[in-house]
């Protein structure tokens, strides 16, 4: 059974900070990739920023420049640094895994989702 665990999500004004934590447990080969995904208010699920097990990284264009996704393998953990945060920022962050269970295999797993509120 593959887990992940958000923590990190809460309230905060206009121009501050949080940062996102997943921490991923269980047995699998390999982390093929982490991500985040936002899901506002009304609106589907859409990637925040993904990094891939080599370390390159993607964001949605509205938070380049605010948003930091980083990795610490050796605790299965990936964190979302948040700067600069915008009201728009407010959603439910999910934590995105996809691991294998040998080499060249592709599961995937959301974590639970924690609630990120930004006010004005």
């Known amino acids: 059974q593959v887990q992940l665990v958000e923590s990190g999500g809460g309230l905060v004004q206009a121009g501050g900070s949080l940062r996102l934590s997943c921490a991923a447990s269980g047995t699998f080969f390999s982390i093929n990739a982490m991500g985040w995904y936002r899901e506002a208010p009304g609106n589907q699920r859409a990637m925040v920023a993904t990094i891939i097990s080599g370390g390159s990284t993607n964001y949605a264009d509205s938070v380049k420049g605010r948003f930091t996704i980083s990795r610490d393998n050796a605790k299965k953990t990936v964190y979302l640094q948040m700067n600069r945060l915008q009201v728009e920022d407010t959603g439910v962050y999910y934590c995105?895994?996809?691991?294998?269970?040998?080499?060249?295999?592709?599961?995937?797993?959301w974590g639970q989702g924690t609630q990120v509120t930004v006010s004005s």
């Open positions: 995105r895994l996809r691991y294998g269970l040998a080499p060249g295999t592709d599961f995937g797993s």
